[in-house]
């Protein structure tokens, strides 16, 4: 092989490998964050396991090239996501006893049902994106701000004035509304082939 | 369903929800796969809600958005010539994902352990924020901003302008130094000083004379002393530590001393107090240095610093190794980047696309380019055929946003031509292809697998030399490829940081350049209008070509003649 990595082949090989991860993570990590969050009550501990999944995911990266020499990407993020589901079990498991945490059967049952539509990560956003276009300007502004990052309703309600009551109906119906938009453009792509 | 349960996933979702109803729905979701699944559906609306407001608020127009998509969709596998480009995908090519990819190729920067690539001693680390993505973070208190002839003793740390100054000692001998704590205080320090930076807001003085001028914001600033504490609670304040004498005297506003004889004492404006040592008539502020005195002392040194360079410049030019020599710091004409050097008009570069005119390192007199945006870049050509090369570049880096940020690429990366680029780690690679009729495999992320390419090559990197915590300072670069002793060589601010042999098998003794560019990587694949996204984030005021190989003296006396204020 003409390559340039004769001079240090393990260093190269290593090199390639994580060139390799970096590309493959870079490309899904939206996908396995979303699946950490619906099997966690709350934002919090999202980062944490992401990034303890992460580590975990390169640790055994070398296992699961040559297990899975021909593995599309569709395969990586099934992989990674057993491991996000076993590491958001273990964060849930030690923070039980100062927060909200889902028991160990309901996070089976979540990661199983988050797994049904885990590669539709890209489709649902365009799909919220078209839907979103649809609103008014206003319910738009307002359901976008309140998931910004760093933002919630209490906080928004709080410095806007309004009654946090008001605005949390007012959210939900926003939401549900995009929902059932966005199960549709789904169901007619799907449709569609 | 039942709507009963609707509303507790919502009150779920917001985070309203009471221990009792959670259990409620935690028992409902064990048997219920629907609920489950509107659960699911619920959460991915909100995670791509927020994706969305993040994309939003980093890209508020439209048509900026489009136009970062369009140019980072470099969906041509011959962009893997060398090495793969960055995972380019039409759909988050956007903020998020610029985000999200910093962000993981930083903490993926903790696995180059592997590798030994990392610097232990860095400053920046990764993250976990409260928020929706991890960020890098600097560890640091303060920042060295400005500096005037400062002398630092042999045995101490240094610190260059602009650097972020960790917990710990700062001693230097004489000159001024001008420091701004996180928190908003601001120090001018006059030499013979040492001080130990402890955190946002405090900081001990064992020498010094100086002034520190806190904003209301910055009130409570903490300034340390053997004797006593002296706590700011407005303003301005100046400071004087000697051996056998601590002075304090109040210029404007009010601080409290804590501890030592004076404990609990407030003093107000023009009020000064010993803390040791014999009470003294004269003033503390007499001959202190105040900001618009460091103002115009940093100009006039910063403007001496030019004219200096100017003549080292000038008389760079009558090297004959010399093949071009951008002084883009003495100015540009028009959008032409003259070549300096005694090759003349024929090498001059031509400047392309939105590139930025800003300060150069030697202040508002001199200019560089900024190469921010992706279509920015210098165009040359310079034909000929060579037997060595060194290039020297001064540049100012704000960030290494793409895999590889380009500094001097040769255009097709043909037989002998140049590249010249820092990874997103922060390493420095050069590299000149070989036999670009070879054949030689790499891993694709374009098409995820191994592929074949032309070209027999090979990449010369060094270990890591920048972080985010260098943003905004100027770096003298150098590589150094010598056929003759095949050796490449590399240099960071005049100093060697790596040296390696040339291969028997890529080994090579005539160099071209032909087509090329400056702070990016035009036209490598002819046949298509996509181009791989390298330009660099950050400002370049000078580059040089030589035609030889220079030796280590020679790039360090290139540095010392060339070298910006406060380094």
């Given at each position: 092989m003409d390559s340039p990595e004769q001079a240090h082949p393990s260093r190269m090989t290593r090199e390639r490998l994580y060139d390799a991860y970096v590309a493959l993570l870079a490309r899904h990590d939206l996908a396995i964050r979303r699946f950490v969050r619906m099997l966690l009550p709350s934002q919090d501990g999202v980062d944490d396991v992401m990034q303890e999944t992460a580590l975990e995911c390169w640790k055994k990266f070398g296992e699961f090239q040559s297990d899975e020499p021909d593995a599309d990407a569709d395969e990586f993020v099934r992989w990674a996501c057993v491991i996000a589901r076993y590491k958001s079990m273990s964060w849930q498991r030690d923070k039980s006893r100062d927060r909200l945490v889902f028991r160990e059967s309901v996070i089976e049952q979540l990661s199983s049902t988050a797994l049904e539509t885990v590669n539709q990560q890209e489709q649902q956003r365009n799909a919220v994106e078209a839907c979103l276009a649809d609103l008014p300007p206003d319910q738009r502004r307002l359901v976008l701000s309140v998931h910004s990052p760093n933002e919630s309703i209490a906080r928004i309600a709080n410095e806007s004035g309004q009654k946090a009551r008001r605005l949390y109906s007012k959210v939900n119906r926003i939401r549900s509304l995009l929902l059932v938009c966005v199960e549709r453009r789904l169901a007619a792509e799907a449709g569609n082939g | 369903m039942d709507d009963k349960y609707r509303r507790l996933i919502d009150q779920l979702v917001n985070q309203t929800i009471s221990k009792e109803d959670f259990d409620r729905l935690q028992d409902a979701f064990e048997h219920d796969a629907d609920l489950r699944r509107e659960y699911v559906a619920l959460l991915g609306l909100c995670e791509s809600l927020g994706e969305i407001a993040l994309e939003d608020a980093a890209f508020p127009v439209d048509s900026e958005r489009k136009t970062t998509t369009a140019t980072t969709r470099s969906n041509d596998t011959s962009a893997s010539h060398e090495t793969p480009t960055a995972p380019a995908r039409p759909r988050f090519t956007s903020m998020r994902f610029a985000i999200a990819a910093t962000a993981w190729f930083l903490l993926i920067g903790s696995f180059a352990f592997w590798l030994g690539q990392?610097?232990?001693?860095?400053?920046v680390e990764d993250m976990v924020t409260d928020g929706e993505t991890s960020e890098s973070r600097i560890a640091g208190h303060a920042t060295l901003r400005r500096m005037v002839s400062l002398q630092w003793p042999d045995d101490s740390k240094r610190y260059l302008t602009g650097d972020v100054l960790p917990n710990g000692p700062l001693v230097f001998d004489s000159g001024l130094a001008e420091i701004d704590f996180f928190c908003g205080a601001t120090l001018i320090v006059e030499g013979p000083a040492s001080l130990e930076i402890e955190s946002d807001w405090s900081v001990f003085v064992s020498a010094g004379r100086l002034r520190a001028s806190v904003p209301p914001a910055a009130r409570g600033f903490v300034l340390k002393t053997v004797e006593s504490e002296i706590i700011d609670l407005g303003t301005e304040f100046a400071v004087e530590v000697k051996t056998d004498n601590v002075r304090v005297e109040v210029i404007d506003g009010e601080v409290a001393l804590r501890g030592g004889e004076h404990d609990g004492k407030h003093l107000v404006t023009g009020e000064s107090a010993s803390l040791k040592g014999t009470p003294s008539d004269t003033s503390v502020i007499e001959g202190l240095s105040t900001m618009i005195e460091l103002d115009q002392r940093h100009q006039e040194a910063e403007a001496d610093g030019y004219r200096r360079w100017i003549e080292h410049s000038t008389e760079l030019r009558s090297d004959d190794r010399m093949i071009a020599h951008f002084a883009i710091a003495e100015g540009i004409r028009e959008r032409i980047v003259p070549n300096a050097a005694l090759t003349g008009q024929r090498f001059d570069g031509l400047m392309v696309g939105p590139v930025g005119i800003t300060d150069g390192r030697f202040g508002p007199e001199s200019l560089g380019l900024e190469f921010d945006r992706p279509g920015s870049r210098v165009r040359t050509r310079i034909d000929g055929e060579f037997q060595a090369f060194t290039f020297t570049c001064w540049v100012r880096i704000d960030s290494l946003k793409h895999r590889y940020n380009a500094l001097f690429m040769g255009d097709g990366y043909e037989t002998g031509e140049p590249h010249w680029q820092i990874r997103d780690d922060g390493s420095l690679m050069f590299s000149v292809m070989v036999d670009d009729t070879q054949q030689s495999e790499h891993f694709s992320e374009i098409d995820q697998q191994m592929v074949q390419t032309a070209g027999l090559h090979r990449l010369y990197y060094t270990e890591p030399f920048w972080d985010i915590s260098n943003s905004g300072q100027w770096f003298h670069l150098a590589a150094v490829y010598d056929p003759a002793n095949r050796r490449v060589s590399q240099y960071v601010n005049g100093k060697q940081v790596a040296s390696e042999a040339i291969p028997d098998r890529f080994h090579i003794t005539t160099l071209r350049i032909g087509a090329a560019e400056i702070g990016n990587w035009g036209q490598p694949f002819r046949e298509t209008p996509w181009f791989a996204v390298r330009n660099l984030d950050g400002t370049i005021d000078e580059l040089t070509i030589f035609n030889a190989a220079l030796s280590e003296e020679e790039v360090g006396h290139l540095y010392e003649r060339g070298k910006p204020l406060g380094y």
């Open positions: - | 990392w610097n232990q001693s860095r400053l």
